[in-house]
Structure formats: C-alpha cells, structure tokens
C-alpha cells in the first residue's frame, strides 16, 4: 500500500513539473517593437524605433515566471528623419559603431494573480548595464491563425529611464530631459 501510494505521489510530482516546464518562444519581427520617446523643448516629442531586433522568450504559465531577450541593431535607429538618424547614431547619442546593439534581458515576470503586472531585467545601452522595470500595460496568449494556430504570447510594456545612467547626455545642457519613456511591443512564437 504504501508503495502504491508512494508510486502515485512521485507520478502526480513528475506530472506537475513537466507541466511547469517553461516553453520556448522566438520573438516574431514583424510584430515586435522598441520605440522611444523624449520630450522636445517642451514643445513636441521626439520618437524613434529600432527597425532591426531579435530575441528569445520562455515562458511558464503554469509557474506564472519566464525569461525574455530582446536585442536591437542600433544603426537601424529610424525616426523618419534621416539627419536625425545619424545624429542618433553618432557617437554624441548611441555610438552605434562602437556598440552596435542593446540588450533587454529578464528573468524575472512579476504577476498579480493571472494578471502580468511587470517584467524587471537589465538594460545594456553603450556598453553600460542597469536594472530597468517595465510595467505590462497589456499581455496576452492566443492560436496564432496566421501561423497553423501556433501559441503567440505578447503585450506592450513601458518604463521611464534617466538616459544619462547609459552615458546618453546629449542635449542637457540645452535643456533636453533626462527622461526617456521606452515602449516595447513584443509577439513571441511557441517554439
């Protein structure tokens, strides 16, 4: 009895960690996103996006944890405006030839019930790495009907950063702010 009764305990423990196991999920690059957003003189709000990304998500409902890369290619900066282009790509902004991409990596996804609440990770821009949260404004998991229903989770996240911890100080002295609200918009398909 107790044999049985000890088989049954470890088979119910084995199945419940392999429905925990995280599944793996590549982030889709046409409904991927990094934008950016900085005031203007108090007039207008510069914004720009990274055309170029890739990355890799992991995500465990079950355990409600997960894991996200994002990287982006920084020459592939677009603003609309191809002075303003270089100019971000120079090395006053993003010095994009001595380091060509940042880095988003988390491992850690903050919930609230069934609810994702956050995603907190370190931010690598022009070589230099700090924590950043960003807050999930929308998530979601669904059968991908474009892609023989294959499981596609994403949402919009955003956080507020101070760009001079990354060295990107160009413009303070002429009044620029320091805050830089980041949009990411990211669609992961199940590996």
């Known amino acids: 009895m107790r044999t049985a009764l000890f088989a049954l305990a470890a088979a119910s423990l084995f199945a419940t960690a392999v429905q925990a ?76 030839e001595k380091f060509p991409s940042a880095k988003f990596v988390s491992d850690k996804f903050v919930f609230d019930g069934d609810k994702l609440k956050e995603v907190t990770g370190q931010l690598t821009i022009k070589g230099q790495t700090h924590p950043v949260t960003f807050k999930a404004n929308k998530f979601n998991c669904y059968e991908n009907p474009m892609l023989q229903k294959r499981e596609t989770c994403g949402g919009d996240f955003e956080a507020t950063i101070d760009r001079t911890q990354w060295g990107v100080d160009y413009g303070m002295a002429y009044g620029f702010p320091k805050q830089v609200r980041v949009v990411l918009q990211i669609e992961a398909v199940k590996q």
């Open 21 to 96: 196991a995280p599944a793996s999920y590549a982030i889709d690059p046409t409904h991927t996103f990094a934008t950016f957003e900085i005031d203007h003189m108090g007039t207008t709000t510069n914004r720009a996006r990274f055309d170029k990304k890739s990355g890799s998500v992991e995500f465990d409902k079950a355990g409600k944890s997960g894991k996200v890369e994002v990287s982006l290619d920084m020459a592939s900066v677009n603003s609309g405006t191809p002075a303003f282009n270089k100019h971000l790509q120079s090395a006053e902004i993003f010095d994009a």
